[in-house]
Nanobody, 115 residues
Framework: QVQLVESGGGLVQPGGSLRLSCAASGTLFMINVMGWYRQAPGKERELVAAITHGGNTRYGDSVKGRFTISGDNAKNTVDLQMNSLNPDDTAVYYC?????????WGQGTQVTVSS
């Protein structure tokens, strides 16, 4: 099993920044991708950003140029730096870890962008 613990969510004004962190523990053998997804009320869960063990990254179209994902393989952590936040970024953000045929999820952290 894999446990994912997120931190860093909260309330921020439009145009502001937040940094989310996720720490993975447990049986991490063959975890090859970690990332962040989000789900807003009434919407489907969507990819925000992902990073492979080798450092390749992928971003959702709506966050390109504003969000940056980074990972530390030695510490088993993945961070998401979010800049230029707008109200459409309001959602519960979930940390995700993948290995062949398995997906693991954190409990989620709320990000609210509002003035």
């Amino acid at each position: 099993q894999v446990q994912l613990v997120e931190s860093g969510g909260g309330l921020v004004q439009p145009g502001g920044s937040l940094r989310l962190s996720c720490a993975a523990s447990g049986t991490l053998f063959m975890i090859n991708v970690m990332g962040w997804y989000r789900q807003a009320p009434g919407k489907e869960r969507e990819l925000v950003a992902a990073i492979t063990h080798g450092g390749n990254t992928r971003y959702g179209d709506s966050v390109k140029g504003r969000f940056t994902i980074s990972g530390d393989n030695a510490k088993n952590t993945v961070d998401l730096q979010m800049n230029s936040l707008n109200p459409d970024d309001t959602a519960v953000y979930y940390c995700n870890a993948q290995r062949p045929q398995f997906n693991y999820w954190g409990q989620g952290t709320q990000v609210t962008v509002s003035s």
